[in-house]
Each structure stands twice: as structure tokens, then as C-alpha cells.
């Protein structure tokens, strides 16, 4: 799954820490998801999107072998 | 596209510091527990071990060896509520290595356990499980932290 964390991260000047901290989950874990090594959750696809002011297809796409 | 939004971020010294904390804390798998949780499980595993070997001197079956048999017991159930708890609070990247780590000690101590026993039957010295299988799982639950971290570095 594709994603714009990084992107809006950097947007809002944020560090991989400070967006831990918002979401309260590890630098590890935002790292994860901005590489796309790991899928969030739906809960945590969510609460990114919120924190962002976004729709959660805004900020999270499939791949686009797996569209469907 | 990227490379432009992140290169408007200024290039401190603070957020140098930043990225490499980012990278360490990427990078070490073992970061899902600190090393002080680490260290105190493997102090109370050393404590079941000493507590073993404290055993063997005394007499089957008398109330000090009972008596010490109850507490290497307790601190057993000590060493399985106190890592729950910790892995109870990890967020959920964390908890997917945990339990891929888990996976990994559990089927790899089962095949070092039956491997080994038919090792046994064909002569090799016995190898006293009581007492060393937590060892060998803690180990194994290491090494496992270390696989199933690189897939998320």
C-alpha cells in the first residue's frame, strides 16, 4: 500500500518522533509505514488521516496491482 | 516531488540529530524492549538457573528443597506477568515482531528440543531442560527479535 505520510510530515515540519508522539506510536513504527514496509491498521490508517485533516483514501492507496 | 517537500525542511544540527535517533532506533530491533527489561529477564532466568543449582545439594522431597522448588516456580510466573505487561503496552509494529519473534523461538526451541532428543536416545548426555530450556528460549526469542526486526528496517 502506497502512502503520503512522509510527504505531509514534512508539510507540517514534523520529525518521525513528533508524529510518533501524536499518534502515540513508535519512530520505528512511522518509519515503517513512510517506507512501506508496514501496513497500519485500520484504527491507526484512520488516525493518521484525521491528524492530517484528510479522507484516508487521501492519504493511503493501494497498490496498483491489488486496486481493485 | 518528495525530495522538494523534504528538502524545505531546515538542515540543523537538531534535525541531523533527529534523523540518525530514527535510524538507531530503526535499526535495532531489540529497541521493543529496552535493555533493562532484557537484563531483568535474563536476571531472574540466571535465578531459576542458581536456584537449580542450589537444589541439587539437598535432599529430594525435604521443605527446603520443596521450598525452593515453589520459588523458582515463582519466579517463573513473575518472568511470564512481567513480560505480558511489557508487551501489552508496545504499539502495534512492535507487537507484530514480538509475535513473529515468538513464533520463531517457540517452533525453533520445539525443533532444538525433539532434534536434540533424538540426539539423546543415540548416546549424546543428556541435556537438563528444567534448567536451561529458559535460557535457550530467551535466546531464541533474541535472535528471533533480530529476523523479524530486519523485515521492518
Not at chain 2, 2 to 30: F, Q, S, Y
Not at chain 2, 34 to 50: E, K
Not at chain 2, 92 to 109: G, H
Request: hydrophobic content about 50%; charged content about 20%.
Amino acid at each position: 500500500m502506497k502512502n503520503r505520510v512522509r510527504v505531509l510530515r514534512a508539510e507540517h515540519g514534523w520529525s518521525q518522533a513528533d508524529l510518533g508522539e501524536r499518534l502515540r506510536v513508535s519512530r520505528q513504527t512511522v518509519n515503517a509505514i513512510e517506507t512501506g514496509k508496514y501496513d497500519p491498521s485500520l484504527p491507526l490508517a484512520f488516525k493518521i488521516a484525521r491528524l492530517f485533516a484528510l479522507k484516508i483514501e487521501d492519504v493511503f492507496e493501494p497498490d496498483a496491482g491489488r486496486a481493485a | 516531488m518528495l525530495d522538494t517537500v523534504l528538502g524545505a525542511i531546515p538542515d540543523t544540527n537538531a534535525n541531523r540529530g533527529e534523523v540518525m535517533d530514527a535510524e538507531r532506533d530503526t535499526k535495532n530491533p531489540l529497541s521493543c524492549f529496552d535493555g533493562g527489561f532484557l537484563l531483568r529477564v535474563l536476571g531472574l532466568a540466571l535465578v531459576v538457573v542458581a536456584l537449580s543449582l542450589v537444589t541439587r545439594g539437598i535432599e529430594r522431597g525435604s521443605p527446603l528443597r520443596l521450598t525452593l522448588g515453589a520459588a523458582q516456580a515463582l519466579v517463573m510466573a513473575i518472568t511470564v506477568a512481567y513480560t505480558v505487561a511489557r508487551i501489552r503496552i508496545l504499539d502495534e509494529l512492535k507487537l507484530r515482531i514480538q509475535l513473529e519473534a515468538i513464533a520463531i523461538a517457540f517452533a525453533a526451541t520445539g525443533a532444538l528440543a525433539a532434534g536434540y532428543g533424538m540426539l539423546e536416545r543415540a548416546g549424546l548426555p543428556p541435556f537438563e531442560w528444567s534448567q536451561w530450556g529458559w535460557p535457550v528460549m530467551v535466546l531464541l526469542w533474541a535472535v528471533g527479535l533480530v529476523i523479524a526486526g530486519r523485515r521492518y528496517r
